[in-house]
């Protein structure tokens, strides 16, 4: 990725972050724009999206950012307009890293607990002596 492209992802970024809070955050959730991925030509901006909604499926959500997609575009445009010639066109995509991050940690905590539960097993062997 040029220099030009990342400039580009990071203003992309920051901003349609703030679209997004601002308008089509429901209540209650918290929409964080997670990573913006360009294309060479800075054409297609592929943004992802971390949806963080206690005790709500967080599907609707995304289904809404859909729906609205050609207007956070040209809410986008209004912003930024004079840096880039041609506005991107916006695909969104569920950025799942936090769940892969849990679940990773959680195999890694069932690791932890097996070998301690097995030294636990192998030190109440060990001090019994043999006869």
Do not use: C, W
């Amino acid at each position: 990725m040029s220099i030009r492209t990342q400039k580009v992802a990071s203003v992309i970024q920051k901003d349609v972050g703030d679209i997004l809070q601002r308008d089509y955050q429901p209540a209650g959730t918290f929409i964080t724009v997670t990573q913006v991925r360009m294309t060479d030509d800075l054409s297609i901006a592929k943004i992802y999206l971390s949806v963080f909604s206690p005790n709500r499926d967080p599907a609707p959500i995304y289904e809404q950012i859909d729906e609205y997609q050609d207007e956070i575009r040209y809410k986008l445009a209004s912003k930024i307009r004079h840096q880039v010639r041609r506005i991107p066109d916006l695909l969104f995509f569920h950025d799942d890293t936090a769940e892969y991050v849990n679940k990773i940690e959680s195999l890694f905590d069932k690791v932890k607990e097996s070998r301690e539960s097995g030294s636990k097993n192998k030190g109440d062997d060990s001090g019994k002596e043999e006869s």
